[in-house]
């Protein structure tokens, strides 16, 4: 066991600044304003740093610089910005155990997530881009014998992006790897709750980008994020968040006319079929551990497995060992490595899913274990902890309809496959979702007849970055990750030339 020291300690791996300005043109900026606001760390209440309270004037700045420095670096090559960003992915791979200490500080997830998981994927987005731009091609067709259409590709100019607290830098990674491989500028506004690791971030990589390509305003959402995705001067706005918020941003992008990429809330179903009854092996074990991905990042995921759709032949007894795999869930300090789940991001969210499992117990749903804060006193007594909760209900309770965002599974049976994809599918939602079955032909057609963006066959929670990832629904519109990504960061021009 390990635990790492929490920072301001003498041999911790992070020093926190006790002020983060806005990061504007390669260089830290003093709001306009003057306005700062403090910053908490969830694993135990007290605030360890101060951050600039971004406003319109902030964005407009920033927008100065982007669109200052945006001409030049969209003319760089492919080879030199995909340089850059392996560049990037370098510097952050020789900072992991910083980044991700920070990070985990600063979110309150256990270090064993960020260490082994959210910092080496977004290395891994970073490299994969560098290396998708460079083999993006552009089109050549003879339309007659003196007629020749030429396809390009051209950046979209500035964009501006908003993400949110729950994978703060694989969050800002995996929407600024395309844009910048795209030849893009970027305002990008992180989430109030967690605007230091982005800080943290940028002083790895911030001087590897020239000056004005990538420029971070810190603030709240309507103080600054509204004017940013309302801005004339941006090309895009990429969000990340939640549906209510996407929503305004698409109506913000309709009268400037922009594209609009919404990766939004979800309410994912998991299924287990019949036919993953235990035959005492690896693969009942891995089911098990897939219904339990539910607590995974404090339940704070957008795909959280939140549904879990349980066939009539292995409820009782695939619901038993599932509830006892959630009690060997270790809750704890998050800079300790063997914690598996630590602190809620923030106190609103802690008070928003209490409230839900009092919603849950009062339309009926059973508490099968959990059901409350998390007590781990001591140094933890002021943080934010809930216990992993299993309820079992119908998928007409809100607890069934609703994202909680938080440790929270509801369990419902089904009668067969119809059912299944029935329930599955009532939901608003169509992020995530997951098969569990031993048969492929069923997990193949259970696959394809779930409306969801993504679907795990026998498994749960891999986000490679070659696989498109949105959704369906009111989940979002367009996709992530993937080359195609770089589509949505640029414009085709089309020359129709004669000879
Ligand atoms: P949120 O919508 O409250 O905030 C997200 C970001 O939007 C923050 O930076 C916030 O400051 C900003 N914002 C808020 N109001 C705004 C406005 N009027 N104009 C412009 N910006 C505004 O969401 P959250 O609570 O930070 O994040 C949790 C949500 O994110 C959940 O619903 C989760 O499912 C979703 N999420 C989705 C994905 C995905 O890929 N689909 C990934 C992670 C999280």
Not at 185 to 206: C, F, N, R, Y
Not at 303 to 323: H, K
Request: charged share 20%; glycine share 10%; net charge negative.
């Amino acid at each position: 066991m390990a635990k790492y020291a929490a920072p301001g300690q003498p041999d911790s791996v992070v020093t926190f600044k006790p002020r983060y300005d806005h990061y504007i043109g390669g260089e830290y900026v003093a709001p306009v304003k003057g306005q700062y606001f403090e910053n908490p760390t969830p694993i135990t209440g007290e605030v360890f740093t101060e951050v600039a309270r971004g406003t319109a004037e902030d964005v407009e700045k920033a927008l100065d610089a982007a669109w200052g420095a945006a001409p030049a670096w969209g003319k760089t090559s492919v080879t030199e910005r995909a340089n850059i960003l392996n560049k990037m992915a370098d510097r952050i791979e020789a900072n992991l155990e910083m980044i991700a200490i920070a990070e985990s500080w600063e979110n309150g997830k256990a270090c064993r997530e960020t260490l082994v998981a959210d910092i080496p994927l977004a290395i891994d987005h970073l490299r994969y881009f560098a290396g998708a731009i460079r083999s993006q091609e552009g089109s050549i067709s003879q339309i007659d014998e003196d007629l020749v259409a030429y396809h390009f590709h051209e950046p979209l100019g500035v964009v501006g992006q908003i993400i949110p607290w729950n994978f703060p830098i694989l969050m800002a990674i995996w929407k600024l790897a395309p844009a910048l491989a795209a030849g893009n500028a970027v305002v990008l506004k992180p989430a109030e709750q967690t605007p230091a690791s982005i800080h943290v971030l940028m002083d790895v990589i911030g001087d590897l980008l020239p000056p004005g390509v990538l420029n971070i305003v810190n603030g709240f959402g309507v103080e600054a994020g509204k004017p940013l995705a309302s801005n004339k001067r941006i090309r895009k706005i990429a969000f990340t968040g939640e549906t209510t918020t996407g929503r305004l941003i698409m109506q913000y992008a309709s009268e400037n006319l922009i594209p609009v990429t919404l990766e939004l809330g979800g309410k994912s179903p998991n299924i287990f079929f019949d036919d993953v009854a235990s035959q005492n092996d690896a693969f009942y074990d891995k089911a098990l551990e897939g219904f339990a991905m539910f607590a995974l990042n404090q339940g704070e995921v957008c795909t959280c497995p939140s549904r879990a759709l349980i066939q009539g032949g292995i409820y009782d007894d695939f619901l038993q060992q599932a509830v006892k795999r959630t009690e060997q869930i270790k809750q704890g300090h998050p800079l300790d490595t063997e914690t598996m789940i630590g602190a809620q991001a923030s106190n609103d969210q802690f008070e928003k899913i209490l409230s839900y499992i009092d919603i849950g117990r009062q339309e009926g749903a059973k508490v099968l274990t959990g059901g409350g804060k998390a007590d781990l006193g001591g140094e933890l007594a002021g943080g934010y902890y809930i216990q992993p909760t299993v309820f079992e209900g119908n998928n007409s309770m809100r607890v069934f309809q609703e994202e909680i965002f938080g440790p929270v599974v509801s369990v419902a049976r089904f009668t067969d496959y119809d059912d299944a994809i029935k329930i599955a599918n009532d939901t608003l939602y169509g992020l995530g979702s997951a098969v569990w079955s031993r048969d492929g032909g069923v997990a193949y057609r259970a696959g394809r007849d779930i409306q969801a963006g993504r679907v795990w066959v026998n498994n749960y929670h891999a986000y490679p970055a070659h696989a498109a990832f949105g959704g369906y629904k009111n989940s979002g519109v367009g996709r992530e990750n993937h080359k195609m990504m770089l589509d949505h960061y640029q414009q085709t021009k089309n020359l129709l030339v004669s000879y």
